[in-house]
């Protein structure tokens, strides 16, 4: 299994940036993906949600109207678009495939910087 996430980086207050997460190795499809956040000394946030077939979506009140999730079954590949970035957006942002309640796969993370 792998999750390679890409598209973080340093951004302006206001900016924006997509995050790219490639699966491979496990039924991709047949899963909720899911985007999580970390900040230096803060608690782990789930910051959105999609469900297998991308019909339904669910966001963290912090980011609902700013960011974007969405997925390519065909492409095996999960995206976060973040508008309207804050500088409380900064995090490592993980990519997470929910196997089960119990099971859940995690790419390595993207670095977001949100600054000017």
């Known amino acids: 299994v792998q999750l390679v996430e890409s598209g973080g980086g340093l951004v302006q207050p206001g900016g924006s940036l997509r995050l790219s997460c490639a699966a491979s190795?496990?039924?991709?499809?047949?899963?909720?993906m899911r985007w999580y956040r970390q900040a230096p000394g803060k608690e782990r946030e789930l910051v959105a949600s999609i469900t297998s077939g991308g019909g339904s979506t669910d966001y963290a009140d912090s980011v609902k109207g700013r960011f974007t999730i969405s997925r390519d079954n065909a492409k095996t590949t999960v995206y976060l678009q973040m508008n309207s970035l804050k500088p409380e957006d900064t995090a490592v942002y993980y990519c997470?495939?929910?196997?089960?309640?119990?099971?859940?796969?995690w790419g390595q993370g993207t670095q977001v910087t949100v600054s000017s």
């Open positions: 190795g496990f039924s991709f499809n047949s899963y909720t």
């Open positions: 997470v495939a929910r196997i089960s309640t119990w099971v859940n796969y």
